[in-house]
């Protein structure tokens, strides 16, 4: 990578922070051992405002998946010229 992971991490928050609303929490971790940035994320699907879960479904939460890939890449790539793919 020509970013430092350090800053990928603060992208990938800002970006979840956003996308969440900040109603639930979420875990993530990146590594850069393979030639494709990669992120793994895990979401605690009950919301700590409200208590409800979230019910939306596998396939939603797979739909939410994409949507975040999509995001963090256009980021990545309008502040650092990052173009790899990145899997989430």
């Not at 800053?7 to 929490?25: K, R, S």
């Not at 990669?38 to 979230?54: P, R």
Request: charged share 25%; net charge negative.
């Amino acid at each position: 990578l020509e970013i430092q992971d350090v800053q990928v991490v603060y992208i990938l928050a800002e970006v979840l922070a956003d996308y969440l609303g900040q109603e639930y929490q979420l875990f993530y971790g990146v590594h850069t051992d393979k030639p494709d940035l990669h992120i793994h994320l895990v979401m605690n699907s009950v919301s700590f405002k409200t208590g409800l879960k979230w019910t939306k479904g596998k396939s939603e939460f797979i739909k939410w998946g994409d949507n975040i890939k999509r995001m963090l890449e256009e980021l990545l790539n309008e502040y650092y010229g990052f173009s790899k793919g990145i899997n989430c």
